[in-house]
């Protein structure tokens, strides 16, 4: 199946047949509100709540660190870069409802649970117990549920990246600082269990950062924070490394001049087992079309990005891309995220699970739904830990896949301020 770029995969979207109240089909959105956790209980000049923001039950319990939560309520939160009446997110919270009683039974069942959430492709993020939710001093909800790592883990597989960037003469001033910030937007969605690369050309190809020359590097904390920023096809089957799953270039241009159909016919026709989505930056839209072209002919996507506003959005639509062959394959794993404070677990939410009333879908097209996730306090998963079999000077440990270490008696990590609520 070749995956089509933008407007392909709208058209898709567009048959779609939302679940709508039955109150108000043709606009529920004007029929149905809901608890956000950035308006609850806040009231206007004249004493009445404002809208989406009604009473909202809070308790202090200790079993979420004395935070102030509703224990039988979730509630939403949505960014500020979100609009939170827009038809689309009103009709996915709707559909999300179902989620609360879950939440609840499995508290319930479990009371050694502590934050369970849904973070939804659409950009809200349904958190229980139900909390109200701090904006920072400007008054801005920064936290968008889908640039989480365990949100980015769980919607797709590992990745092998390289990242294409043109530095030619007209990539210059607001072009180039636009550039800048989308490879940065990318990097922030890789984790410890992708690679990536980054490559500047113009009449002539270097590796952006020379120590990484010839490599795919593992994109782990360290990795990322060089930035890889202050024209190789076979740049994987150079070094072997990498994780040897999806693998994808992402071209970051003003424009194409040709469609370079020659050597996509040499290096990735017709498996097309490497992706290739472009990024046209700019306003002009001179050599948008081969642009377009090479994204739709080789799996991937193709987007425009004119302005700093539109990087965030924009870049995060190659996340829904990848999603897709786990949702048609029917892959459905349980992803541990590495620690911080606490620990998630979180696992793909698709539009191919039977539970309605929460979904109402066409199978076949395979759309990323969001994902389910809960924290897991480390303390807990120690309690599992065989001591009585490690003899009298024997301890166990908690290692991650990547070598990192996550629980060990004699660790104390140095912290200056911790939020208790790891998301």
């Known amino acids: 199946m070749v995956l089509k770029c933008r407007t392909c995969i709208q058209e898709r979207h567009n048959h779609i047949e939302p ?6 089909p043709d606009r529920p959105w004007q029929r149905f509100d809901y608890y956000n956790s950035m308006l609850i209980n806040t009231m206007d000049e004249d004493g009445n709540y404002v809208e989406l923001g009604s009473e909202f039950l809070l308790e202090e319990n200790e079993h979420f660190n004395n935070l102030a939560v509703n224990t039988q309520q979730s509630n939403i939160q949505v960014p500020t870069n979100v609009y939170n009446k827009d038809p689309n997110i009103l009709n996915a919270i709707y559909n999300s409802e179902a989620l609360n009683d879950v939440f609840i039974n499995n508290f319930q069942k479990d009371p050694t649970l502590t934050w369970q959430y849904f973070g939804s492709s659409t950009g809200f993020f349904r958190i229980y117990p139900g909390i109200k939710w701090t904006p920072d001093s400007n008054g801005v909800a920064a936290f968008d ?39 940065n937007t990318i990097l922030d969605t890789l984790g410890e269990n992708d690679f990536v690369n980054v490559i500047a050309y113009t009449d002539y190809v270097r590796y952006v950062e020379p120590c990484f020359k010839g490599t795919l ?55 097309r087992r490497v992706r290739v ?133 004699d660790l104390r990590p140095l912290v200056s301020s911790v939020s208790v609520l790891q998301v």
């Open 19 to 24: 679940l709508m109240p039955t109150e108000c």
């Open 145 to 183: 549920c889908r640039n989480r790592n365990w949100y980015i883990q769980a919607a797709t597989s590992p990745k092998d990246i390289i990242i294409m960037v043109d530095i030619s003469g007209s990539m210059k001033g607001l072009k180039m600082t636009i550039a800048k910030h989308t490879i």
């Open 217 to 271: 590097v593992q994109a782990d904390l360290d990795n990322r924070e060089v930035r890889l920023f202050s024209a190789s096809w076979r740049l994987k089957e150079a070094n072997g490394q990498g994780s040897m799953c999806n693998q994808a270039i992402m071209l970051i241009t003003d424009g194409a001049m040709e469609d370079f159909e020659s050597v996509f016919e040499e290096f990735n026709w017709p498996e």
């Open 277 to 409: 989505f472009t990024y046209l930056i700019g306003r002009e839209m001179t050599f948008a079309q081969n642009t377009k072209w090479i994204a739709c002919n080789n799996k991937g996507y193709y987007t425009h990005i004119s302005t700093l506003a539109d990087v965030q959005e924009n870049v995060m639509e190659y996340l829904h891309v990848l999603s897709r062959p786990m949702v048609i394959n029917h892959d459905h794993d349980i992803i541990w995220t590495e620690a911080i404070i606490t620990y998630s677990i979180s696992s793909i939410f698709l539009n191919r699970i039977r539970y309605e009333p929460l979904l109402h879908f066409h199978l076949s097209h395979g759309i990323l739904l969001g994902v389910v996730g809960s924290d897991i306090p480390l303390m807990e998963v120690m309690k599992l830990a065989p001591r009585y079999m490690l003899g009298a000077h024997g301890y166990a440990f908690l290692i991650t896949n990547n070598g990192y270490i996550l629980a060990h008696p």
